[in-house]
Nanobody, 115 residues
Framework: QVQTVESGGGLVQPGGSLRLSCAAS????????MGWYRQAPGKERELVATITSGASTYYIDSVKGRFTISRDNAKNTVYLQMNSLKPEDTAVYYC?????????WGQGTQVTVSS
């Protein structure tokens, strides 16, 4: 049974940075591609970035060049470094394996970008 604990969110001014962390358990972490997702108020949840077991990465266009996804298999943790944050990045951010757990969502971490 997969479980994830997301952390690192907060309130930040436009142009600022945050680093999100996601500790996963209940799975063979190193074998899973992981993804960060977000849900903004009044909008559907969307995929933001993914990282494969081999550390290949993917980003949606709106975060390319600003966000970096990484993983530490020894710590069963995936990270999302977010730079040059914009108000439209405001959302609850979630992580989970990108396959096999379609209905699972953790508690997420709130990111608010506002002056």
């Amino acid at each position: 049974q997969v479980q994830t604990v997301e952390s690192g969110g907060g309130l930040v001014q436009p142009g600022g940075s945050l680093r999100l962390s996601c500790a996963a358990s209940g799975i063979i972490f190193s074998a899973h591609a992981m993804g960060w997702y977000r849900q903004a108020p009044g909008k559907e949840r969307e995929l933001v970035a993914t990282i494969t077991s081999g550390a290949s990465t993917y980003y949606i266009d709106s975060v390319k060049g600003r966000f970096t996804i990484s993983r530490d298999n020894a710590k069963n943790t995936v990270y999302l470094q977010m730079n040059s944050l914009k108000p439209e990045d405001t959302a609850v951010y979630y992580c989970k394996p990108i396959r096999n757990y379609p209905t699972y969502w953790g508690q997420g971490t709130q990111v608010t970008v506002s002056s």
